[in-house]
C-alpha cells in the first residue's frame, strides 16, 4: 500500500507538471487535491509521507472519524455536498469548503465561522453541464448573487469556483464543462472586480483536460489510493 501510495503520486505529480508545460502552464500553479475518502488513515499517511499535505473529504463524518487521529499540518478540504446541519463539524476541521451551493449554506458557514473564530476558504460548487442529478448552482444570475453575498461575509473567503464534469463525458464535452467553469470565474470577477484565484476541477479520469482549462486544483482518488468500492 505505501509503495504504491508513493509511486501513484509521484507519476501524477509528473502528469500534472506536464500538462502545466503543455498549456503554457506556470510550474506549480496546478495543486494537487489527494482524496481519501473510503480509504483508511494508514493511506492517508502513506502520502503523507510521500510529501502530500491537502486532502480531500466528501462526506462530514469521515472526514470527523479521520482527521483527528492524523498530523495537524494536514489541510483538510471538503468537497462533497454539505446538509446545512452538518456544517458545524465541517467548518470546524476543513480549512476549505468547495461544496457551497446555495445561500443558506453561505449564511450558516459565516455565523459558525465567526463564532468560532475560523475563517475558512470557500469555493461555489457549480453544476455546468445541466445534469439534473448533480448538485450545485445553476445559472450565472445564481452564481454571481451568491458570490457577491460571500464578498460581504467577512468570516469566510471567497476562493473560486468548482465543478464536476459528467461520468464518462467525452473530450468535447471535458472541454466545454472546464471552459464553461472559467469563462464563469472571469464574468463574475470583473462584475465584481474581485479575484476569485482557485478553479476547482479535473479529476483521476480528466484532470489533464482540467488542467489544459486552466484548473488551479485537481480532485484526485482513484489514480493515487486505487478503486473504491460503490460507497
Ligand atoms: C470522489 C471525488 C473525487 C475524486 O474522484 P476520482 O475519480 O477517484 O479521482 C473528486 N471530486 C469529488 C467531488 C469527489 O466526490
Redesign the pocket.
Known amino acids: 500500500m505505501k509503495d504504491h501510495v508513493k509511486k501513484q503520486l509521484e507519476e501524477i505529480r509528473f502528469k500534472i507538471s506536464e500538462a502545466e508545460k503543455k498549456s503554457g502552464r506556470l510550474p506549480g500553479s496546478v495543486k494537487l487535491l489527494a ?1 481519501s ?1 473510503t480509504f483508511p488513515p494508514e493511506a492517508v499517511m502513506a502520502a503523507y509521507e510521500a510529501g502530500q499535505r491537502m486532502f ?1 473529504e ?1 462526506r462530514v463524518q469521515e472526514l470527523e472519524s479521520k482527521a483527528p487521529a492524523l498530523p495537524r499540518d494536514i489541510e483538510w478540504h471538503l ?2 455536498h454539505l446538509q446545512s446541519n452538518k456544517a458545524v463539524k465541517a467548518v470546524k476541521l476543513a480549512s476549505h469548503i ?2 457551497v451551493d446555495s445561500l443558506k449554506l453561505l449564511q450558516r458557514i459565516e455565523s459558525l465561522a465567526a463564532e468560532s473564530g475560523r475563517l475558512p476558504s470557500i469555493l461555489l460548487e457549480m453544476n455546468v453541464s445541466g445534469e439534473e442529478s448533480k448538485f450545485g448552482i445553476s445559472g450565472e444570475d445564481e452564481a454571481l448573487r451568491i458570490a457577491e453575498q460571500s464578498l460581504k461575509c467577512s468570516h469566510v473567503r471567497l476562493a473560486g469556483l ?1 465543478t ?1 464534469a459528467p461520468l464518462g463525458a467525452d473530450e468535447t464535452e471535458l472541454r466545454k464543462v472546464f471552459s464553461g467553469l472559467r469563462t464563469l470565474r472571469d464574468r463574475i470577477e470583473s462584475s465584481l472586480g474581485t479575484k476569485l484565484p482557485e478553479l476547482s476541477m479535473g ?3 480528466d484532470y489533464e483536460t482540467a488542467i489544459a482549462e486552466g484548473s488551479t486544483i485537481v ?5 493515487i489510493f486505487g478503486g ?1 468500492s460503490a460507497q
Do not use: P, Y
Open positions: 482524496v475518502k480531500g466528501n468537497i462533497g468547495h461544496s468548482m464536476m479529476m483521476s479520469q480532485r484526485i482518488g482513484t489514480a473504491r
